[in-house]
């Protein structure tokens, strides 16, 4: 298994700005994901992040807007550009292997609120 | 594309009532098939997962999940709900170990 921590836990920001989302795992994982998960609904995929290379969106997610980095197998981050309300959500932050037969496993997430 | 479509958006239930959730999936090829839980403030634990042999599955607290491939079905189900199982549930497919997708989620709220 692997523990992924994710900072900030939580926060407010003002429309217009930015916001850059850590992901730490515990261990040296394959595959690294950040999802979304909007008020009352589901997590929806953002992207996969790659290391050393451009992250893979998901469609109607943009890397202008979702920029993530990941240097290195066990650390990723996702920055929210030029956020506004719509973009009030938690953040999650996940983890597996490529070995068929492994779960993802998650961060406890980063609740944001725009204000 | 892959899918997932959960059925009940909101269950309400007392306890000691027999629960089933209903979970459907798009996917051609070989899936791995999860249910995740989320308890109110914490994070996504994973309930159990099925990739391959026996396709009735039990995972943890008394879940259990039945694979039928013909109708790509990946149904929860616990025979008797407790109050501390009030939660939201995912279901959720992933080919390989790659992206996982996730359904709506199913609200459950157990009565005491």
């Keep these: ?115 | 594309a892959q899918s997932v479509s959960q059925h009940n958006h909101h269950v309400i239930l007392s306890e000691a009532a027999s629960l089933e959730l209903g979970c459907n999936y798009s996917y051609g090829g070989t899936v791995n098939l999860f249910w995740y839980v989320q308890y109110p403030g914490q994070h996504l634990q994973l309930l159990l997962k099925y990739f391959s042999g026996d396709p009735l599955v039990k995972g943890i607290k008394g879940f259990e999940a039945e694979f039928i491939k013909s109708k790509f079905s990946f149904n929860l189900r616990k025979p008797s709900v407790q109050w501390s199982d009030t939660a939201e549930y995912f279901c959720a497919v992933g080919p390989g170990g790659f992206k996982t997708i996730f359904g709506a989620g199913t609200r459950l709220f157990v009565k005491a």
């Design chain 1, 1 to 115: 298994s692997a523990v992924i921590s994710q900072k900030p836990s939580r926060d407010i920001c003002q429309r217009g700005t930015s916001l850059t989302i850590q992901c730490q795992v515990d261990s040296q994982v394959t595959m690294m994901f950040w999802y979304r998960q909007q008020p009352g609904q589901s997590l929806t995929l953002i992207a996969t992040a790659n290391q050393g290379s451009e992250a893979t969106y998901e469609s109607g997610f943009v890397i202008d807007k979702f920029p993530i980095s990941r240097p290195n197998l066990t650390f990723s981050t996702l920055t929210v550009s030029n956020m506004s309300p719509e973009d009030s959500s938690i953040y999650l932050c996940s983890a597996s292997s490529d070995s068929r037969g492994t779960e993802a496993f998650f961060g406890q997430g980063t609740r944001l609120t725009v204000v």
